[in-house]
């Protein structure tokens, strides 16, 4: 296995007509640096690499067709064999049928459906795309466009300097950032990942950060040790991947809070994490 290591990037630029809202609200936000992206496509010429997004949903009806249509334009663009395997808990809101629609428009091979009988959790959510993902790499990200698809390019990018076997993104170095929070939010937030590298020492600066590209047989791995529920499951993801000695890389990015629908992260959430947090450092 590699020797766990974690290498940081400048964040790509962070342009997009979705983050109206968030940009409204820019004099709240963290400093934000603004690199631009680096000039020209991949050139995956000589590689077959595929990528397979992960998208849990639950109530994202008017954010999943925005979100798929920035996915598959910034993968055409430079020319990333895809697919987006959408895993729908049973939302009442109808969104397994925007994504039924979505499916006809781009076609089965680029969306993939795998609904679920009912609210079953994120970290089953993941286990259950992971099992229909086709590709040799797996993204993580959230579908309400607080991760923007610009940044997967620098994420591949920067996995194959060393052929990484996770690129993770990260709110908490120089040129990233998080626009629309409260100042609540981004204490809750700060804390979090605080209290987690204070008990844990995981090595990389967004514990709680659930935008990532996996090689897929270590995320294969590193789901399969993992026994956290909920939101505490990102962060044991990392702490696995440590344990296990894989190497990491974290690109800076920018996090935008949603523009449709209401955040899922509540009391009960919280109290979960901190839980969560006791009984990872008490059993790793």
């Known amino acids: 296995m590699s020797r766990f290591h974690v290498s940081i990037t400048p964040e790509p630029d962070f342009q997009s007509s979705t983050t109206n809202k968030a940009h409204s609200q820019q004099s709240s936000t963290l400093p934000l640096s603004k690199p631009s992206y680096a000039s020209g496509h991949l050139n995956m010429s000589n590689s077959h690499n595929k990528y397979s997004v992960l998208l849990p949903t639950y109530n994202e009806r008017d ?24 895993i729908d808990d049973a939302s009442p809101d109808g969104t397994l049928e925007v994504a039924k629609q979505l499916q006809s428009v781009y076609g089965e091979n680029h969306i993939v459906l795998r609904p679920r009988a009912g609210k079953l959790g994120l970290g089953t959510a993941y286990i259950h795309g992971i099992q229909n993902a086709t590709g040799n790499f797996v993204i993580i990200m959230d579908a309400d466009m607080s991760h923007h698809p610009k940044a997967i390019p620098e994420f591949i990018r920067k996995q194959k300097e060393r052929d990484y076997d996770i690129v993770t993104g990260t709110r908490y170095v120089n040129g990233g950032g998080v626009y629309g929070w409260d100042l609540r939010r981004k204490l809750t937030s700060r804390g979090a990942n605080f209290i987690a590298d204070l008990l844990l020492s995981p090595g990389v600066s967004d514990l709680t950060g659930s935008f990532r590209l996996y090689k897929k047989d270590v995320l294969h791995q590193i789901i399969n040790a993992t026994i956290s529920k909920g939101y505490v499951f990102q962060m044991e993801m990392m702490v696995r991947a440590k344990q296990f000695n894989f190497s990491v890389a974290e690109v800076p990015i920018t996090f935008v809070d949603r523009v449709y629908g209401e955040s899922k992260l509540g009391a009960n959430e919280i109290v979960g994490y901190l839980k969560g947090l006791w009984t990872l450092f008490t059993s790793i």
């Open 63 to 86: 954010n999943l067709p925005i979100i798929t249509w920035l996915l598959a334009k910034t993968f055409k663009e430079h020319n990333l064999d895809y697919e987006i395997i959408i």
